[in-house]
């Protein structure tokens, strides 16, 4: 009997936990939306070998397409409910100062964001894709973020150490790569991802008079 409550108790906590990574996914977009509106661009993403506490730590890096999500930078928690910190890709030209001009694709981008206001353009794309493992379910995003779950493979600690044994489809996400996985949960996938949709990002920037 106590086996079986010590059971219930922990598939209970691991549903709270899940829960609440979701949320905390879905305020990390809205977070990475609010700063694209406030400052013309998507925050560059953070050294992940930083460890908790030292300079720099949690602050986006100038030129880093690729890391951990900036939360020090964003003002949000630094890890999911398991304790791992956030991987964060973002596709360079949303990220880069304003004055860069890289309104691509294509080379030439009409109509021009307006003097000072953005890093980008309205047919800017993103260079971010993500699939099922077989199938696309988003092409062209211009940022995305994992929870690498319960296991925690393949995600940075606050010691700034990356978890080894990610292996297949969780692999992919733990990777340096612009192709990410996201699928219902199992035996072997536990990761949850968000991402922020062009369309929302151009909306937004749009609202905000930084677009076009």
């Given at each position: 009997m106590a086996g079986g409550l010590m059971m219930a108790l922990t598939t209970q906590q691991e549903i709270q936990r899940l829960s609440e990574v979701r949320r905390q996914l879905a305020d990390i977009r809205e977070a990475l939306l609010g700063y694209a509106m406030a400052n013309g661009r998507l925050p560059p993403a953070a050294d992940p070998a930083l460890v908790s506490g030292t300079v720099d730590a949690g602050l986006s890096k100038e030129g880093r397409e690729h890391g951990i999500l900036p939360w020090a930078t964003l003002g949000l928690p630094e890890t999911d409910p398991w304790g791992q910190r956030f991987t964060y890709r973002v596709t360079p030209s949303f990220a880069d100062n304003i004055g860069a001009g890289t309104f691509t694709?294509?080379?030439?981008?009409?109509?021009?964001?307006?003097?000072?206001?953005?890093?980008?353009?309205?047919?800017?794309?993103?260079?971010?894709?993500?699939?099922?493992?077989?199938?696309?379910?988003?092409?062209?995003?211009?940022?995305?973020?994992?929870?690498?779950?319960?296991?925690?493979?393949?995600?940075?600690?606050?010691?700034?150490?990356?978890?080894a044994g990610a292996a297949g489809l969780e692999l992919t996400n733990a990777s340096d790569t612009k192709d990410f996985i996201s699928r219902v949960q199992g035996p072997d996938f536990d990761d949850e991802v968000v991402w922020v949709p062009l369309p929302i990002l151009m909306s937004r920037m749009v609202s905000a008079g930084r677009l076009p």
């Open positions: 694709p294509p080379t030439s981008c009409a109509p021009d964001p307006k003097p000072a206001h953005a890093s980008f353009a309205l047919c800017s794309e993103g260079n971010i894709k993500v699939t099922d493992g077989s199938t696309d379910i988003a092409t062209k995003l211009p940022a995305i973020v994992i929870s690498h779950g319960r296991n925690g493979l393949g995600g940075y600690g606050r010691n700034g150490k990356q978890r």
